[in-house]
């Protein structure tokens, strides 16, 4: 069974950093295109940033210049690094990658448990 396990989230004080980690874990056959998302209370889940297996990535407007997303292929694990953070990034961060499990295929979405990102003024 594929899985996407987080880590790394907390409580920063604005302009400090943290660092997300997800790993997916299970018999996987190939990894296309992983990401972070995130979702502040009443509000809708929206795209952090991206990166596809190319390696290319794609922030959204709000974290450009301050977030970086990378990933490790050996690892199945995407990372964000979060710096110069916000009080209004706090949110519920949660990763997401669509993964080709073996002896299938086709790729599904999967998505992590959540990780609580906290930045306070």
């Known amino acids: 069974q594929v899985q996407l396990v987080e880590s790394g989230g907390g409580l920063v004080q604005a302009g400090g950093s943290l660092r997300l980690s997800c790993a997916a874990s299970g018999s996987i056959f190939s990894i296309n295109t992983m990401g972070w998302y995130r979702q502040a209370p009443g509000k809708q889940r929206e795209l952090v940033a991206a990166?596809?297996?190319?390696?290319?990535?794609n922030y959204a407007g709000s974290v450009k210049g301050r977030f970086t997303i990378s990933r490790d292929n050996a690892k199945n694990t995407v990372y964000l690094q979060m710096n110069s953070l916000k009080p209004e990034d706090t949110a519920v961060y949660y990763c997401?990658?669509?993964?080709?499990?073996?002896?299938?295929?086709?790729?599904?979405?999967?998505w992590g448990q959540g990780t609580q990102v906290t930045v306070s003024s």
């Open positions: 997401n990658a669509g993964i080709r499990p073996s002896g299938t295929y086709s790729y599904s979405s999967y």
């Open positions: 990166i596809p297996s190319s390696g290319v990535t």
